[in-house]
């Protein structure tokens, strides 16, 4: 039976020069390849075709494009996938195993984690997409602002990122609701403040009880912070208290 769950994961890494070749044409067909920083591949650890495709790939791409880091994204299967159907555990284990000695940092996602267990399967799913995808619409847009009075006195780029992410890595992500409009009479300055301060300190707190893999916060090597939002509701102090907070956690 492990020779047959082997065969079923390496269903996926049978891939042929013309293969290959459609793939590379694709990628050099986009307008803004040359203004890429990184690539991003996602996959089902426990699936046939994606778990063992996806090594092979993140190998082809970093042969051809040497100069730029490639992540790879997978997802777990959930507990019901383990013990049902062996393979899965078979499947993403060997998974693992190859990105990692390729992959420039892998994120691990997990979907039992994830899921809820309000709702139905395909309301599920979903969510579980959408939790997956959201963390990485401000990441993968650091750095990319051009106008002055949006650009604040600290900012994330590509490279704080390149130097950042490596080897296993989770994701997690928080968001609080701010005011669309800010009045200039109710509140001091200082009450203002303080509460923006409480504001990055709960989306913080959203963001570590969401991670996408249940982690020990102390074990993690490096950590990278991104906070996002309006400029009237922004300071430096929200981000030297969530620097604080987190250091304090890892220590």
Same mark, same amino acid.
């Given at each position: 039976?492990a020779?047959e ?27 803004r390849?040359y203004?890429?920083?990184?690539f991003l591949?996602? @996959? ?8 063992? @495709?996806?090594s ?5 791409i ?10 790879d994204?997978?997802v777990?299967? &959930?507990?019901h ?18 990105? +990692? ?13 994830l899921?809820r267990?309000?709702?139905? #399967? +395909?309301n ?9 995808v959201d963390? &990485?619409?401000? #990441? #993968?847009?650091?750095?990319e ?15 704080d ?23 200039p &009479?109710?509140?001091?300055? &200082? ?12 989306a ?26 309006? @400029? ?17 956690i890892?220590?």
């Amino acid at each position: 039976m492990a020779t047959e769950w082997g065969k079923i994961n390496e269903l996926g890494a049978l891939v042929t020069k013309e293969e290959s070749d459609k793939i590379f044409d694709a990628i050099a067909g986009t307008k803004r390849l040359y203004e890429t920083d990184a690539f991003l591949l996602a @996959a089902s650890g426990g699936g046939g075709t994606g778990s063992g @495709a996806v090594s092979v790939m993140t190998k082809m791409i970093k042969e051809r494009f040497s100069n730029k880091p490639v992540y790879d994204l997978i997802v777990l299967p &959930f507990e019901h996938e383990e013990e049902t159907e062996e393979r899965s555990t078979f499947n993403t284990a060997a998974c693992l195993k190859s990105i +990692n000695a390729s992959a420039d940092a892998l994120f691990i996602y997990d979907n039992q984690r994830l899921g809820r267990k309000d709702g139905g #399967l +395909n309301n599920n799913f979903s969510r579980i997409n959408s939790e997956i995808v959201d963390p &990485f619409y401000d #990441l #993968l847009c650091a750095g990319e602002e051009t106008k002055r009075k949006y650009i604040g006195s600290k900012t994330l780029d590509a490279g704080d990122i390149k130097q950042t992410l490596t080897s296993w890595t989770c994701m997690g992500f928080g968001r609080v609701d701010v005011p669309v409009f800010n009045f200039p &009479f109710g509140k001091s300055g &200082f009450n203002t403040k303080n509460s923006q301060i409480a504001k990055g300190i709960q989306a913080m707190e959203q963001a570590l009880a969401s991670l996408s893999l249940e982690i020990n916060p102390e074990d993690a090597a490096r950590v990278l912070f991104l906070v996002s939002g309006p @400029a009237g509701e922004m300071n430096m102090d929200i981000v030297k208290e969530i620097g604080a907070h987190l250091r304090k956690i890892g220590a």
